[in-house]
Structures are given as structure tokens and as C-alpha cells.
Nanobody, 123 residues
């Protein structure tokens, strides 16, 4: 069983930065690939970033490449999403997810999800 709790969302102006955190309550954090997804009002949930079990491989949606960075801390069982140069189109609820297989841009590969944290970027 994996429990995920996101934090760090908020209201910021365009161009600002935020760091989202996702704390995982799990015995063996290193067994799970991790991902961040987001869902804007009226839109489908979309992949943002993923990181492999070892942390050696990361992937990003084209819309956030160069602005967002995913990382993980094994000591604290936490995965982070550093978001820089935020744009109004980044406004969404951001979800952390865990996969027992591999990091993927397909939400169906993730068996565990957090409750989400709201990020709002004003222009």
C-alpha cells in the first residue's frame, strides 16, 4: 500500500517559482517510479514529469521542458517538482502518482495517487 500526500501549491504570479512536494508512506520507496500529472478545469489529466525508480532517468511533457524539474529524495521518501517561470496555462490541480513498473506518461501505469494540490498562476 502506498499513500501519497502532495503539498506546496498556491497562488503565484506569472514568472514565479513553486516547489511541489509529495511525501510517500511506503516501505520501499525505491521500488516505485514516480510521476506528476495535472488537471486543469474542463480538461483531461495530463502527464507533467516522471522519474525512474533509481532516479537516473527523467521525462517531461514538452510544455514544461526546461522550466520544471522532477527529483526524488530516498532518505525522506519524497518526490519534488520544481516549477520555474510559471505561466497562467500551468494553472491546474497537480497530482503525484506512484508506479510499481516504470515511469510513464500514461496515467494507467500508476496505481497510486495523491489527493492533489492546487497551483494557480495569475497573469
Amino acid at each position: 500500500q502506498v499513500q501519497l500526500v502532495e503539498s506546496g501549491g498556491g497562488l503565484v504570479q506569472a514568472g514565479a517559482s513553486l516547489r511541489l512536494s509529495c511525501a510517500a508512506s511506503v516501505r520501499t520507496f525505491s521500488r516505485y517510479a514516480m510521476g506528476w500529472f495535472r488537471q486543469a478545469p474542463g480538461k483531461e489529466r495530463e502527464f507533467v514529469a516522471g522519474i525512474s525508480r533509481s532516479g537516473s532517468s527523467t521525462s517531461y511533457a514538452d510544455s514544461v521542458k526546461g522550466r520544471f524539474t522532477i527529483s526524488r529524495d530516498y532518505a525522506g521518501n519524497t518526490v519534488y517538482l520544481q516549477m520555474n517561470s510559471l505561466k497562467p496555462e500551468d494553472t491546474a490541480v497537480y497530482y503525484c502518482a506512484a508506479s510499481a513498473t516504470y515511469a510513464s506518461d500514461y496515467s494507467g501505469h500508476y496505481g497510486y495517487w495523491g489527493q492533489g494540490t492546487q497551483v494557480t498562476v495569475s497573469s
